[in-house]
Nanobody, 126 residues
Framework: QVQLVESGGGEVQAGGSLTLSCVAS????????MGWFRQAPGKEREFVAA????????FYADFVKGRFAIPRDDAKNTVYLQMNSLEPEDTAVYYC???????????????????WGQGTQVTVSS
């Protein structure tokens, strides 16, 4: 079992930056694909970004390309979501997820992830 705990959410003004952290415990996640998803009120959960094991590849939703980055630090069993140029439309609960198959079924499909964190709220004010 892998437990994931997100942190770093909060409220920020449009144009600002936040970095979310996702710390894993229970197992090392070095061989796992890791992803971030988000869910805004009244909307379905959507893919934000993903990184394969060893950082071999990264993937981003079109709406965050150039603004977000998803580095990982396997020594700390942690994955991050660096968010810049935030917009009010980025307001959502952000979830971290771990994929034991390292993207075999697609990194953007939420069904391909085996473990999820509890989420952290990000609010961007205009």
């Amino acid at each position: 079992q892998v437990q994931l705990v997100e942190s770093g959410g909060g409220e920020v003004q449009a144009g600002g930056s936040l970095t979310l952290s996702c710390v894993a415990s229970g197992r090392t996640i070095s061989a796992y694909g890791m992803g971030w998803f988000r869910q805004a009120p009244g909307k379905e959960r959507e893919f934000v970004a993903a990184i394969r094991a060893s950082g071999a590849s990264t993937f981003y939703a079109d709406f965050v390309k150039g603004r977000f980055a998803i580095p990982r630090d396997d020594a700390k069993n942690t994955v991050y979501l660096q968010m810049n140029s935030l917009e009010p439309e980025d307001t959502a609960v952000y979830y971290c997820a771990a994929d034991k198959n390292n993207g075999k079924y697609g990194s953007a499909w939420h069904g391909g992830y085996d473990y999820w964190g509890q989420g952290t709220q990000v609010t961007v004010s205009s």
